[in-house]
């Protein structure tokens, strides 16, 4: 594999990237790294996933007016088996989320790592020591978690276990400054920090739609607070599945604070997962398969199967809230995890759990993240 262009200024010793899983978040991350002239070796067990990398890829950059600057972008991506992908500098997986999957793939990889190579995990379920303990070289390895949609999110979580090393985690900390993200290093635990701010803000949409706040005044209302994505196009577009999986995680861990909404699981039964099935909150077009890559692609109209469904697991009769009332409920919901991942000392500041709901979830730059919101509405 071809070394990272010596032109481009380089903050850490990473010149190459391997991809493990190349499905929607690898492809993702392959794309930020040829953005930044990164080249990347992807590899994945699916041979008909890794047909589709080049096609699927050109449609990820096809932002790029440039003909000349996207073929040189093209250029650095290459299909690699796991041996080959042994002499990348750091390996990146993204793969199921499967604790048994995820630790026959390390030790597949055994054989090929090189003493140096730095091995993560994009998981933002599992927790990092349980992962590190089946790896081979335990102090090469971390989390590294890039939030969906990558091209749109400058957060990435680093997550060391414990036997991690200070010289991988500064290395991660300088790449992800390379690829213009801003590293946040976090404790593990159950969701890090922007899974478990993202939860119950989703938790309280689901819960709005079940004393009948309709679909359209919750979007408005999260667009009024300030908000890039309403909460629905949020579940929309990480995917029904994902949201659910992660939910579960969370449940387990918070069970006294995290709900499975029973709409939730009724639309996973109908398959209606959000934008990569054409289909969820949203309807997503005829041509969503043509566009699940593009970044410009909108939604259509709220989905009317949906709309049923929330009327079948409705509670009583349907409660009437203002737009204001209805995104402080939401932006109080993460803002009171905000305070919980304070007092767990996830983090070593508050400033640290604002700046990633700011930049990892477009939590409105003007109020500052929830922790600062919330003293200001407490305090009146």
Sequence with gaps: MARKNSATPSFSHVQNIGIIGAGLMGLEIAALNVRNSFPVMIYDSNPEMLKTVRSRLSMELSDI?????????????EIGTLEELGDCDLIIEAIIEKMEVKAEL?????????????????TSTIPIEKLSKVFPLPKNFAGFHFLHPVWNRELVEIIPSTQTSEGVLQRLSDYAISLEKTPLCVCDCPGFVVNRLLQPYLNEALSLLRIGVPMEQIEKAALQFGMTWGPLRIMDEIGLDTVMHAGKVLYEAYPERIELSPILVYMMKKKLLGRKSGAG??????????????????????????????RDWQEGEPQKLSLAEIGNRLAMAMADEAQRILEDDVVSEQGQIDMAAVIGLAFPESKRGPLAWKARETSR
């Design 106 to 122: 390390y030790q597949s990889m055994k054989p090929y790592l090189r003493a140096n190579t730095i091995f993560t995990t994009n």
């Design 281 to 310: 909150f949203y309807l997503w077009g005829d041509d969503w398969r043509e566009n699940v890559h593009n970044h410009a692609y909108q939604p259509g109209d709220f989905n009317p199967q949906v709309e049923k469904i929330v």
């Design 65 to 77: 007016e440039d003909e000349k600057v996207r073929d040189e972008m093209m250029s650095l991506i």
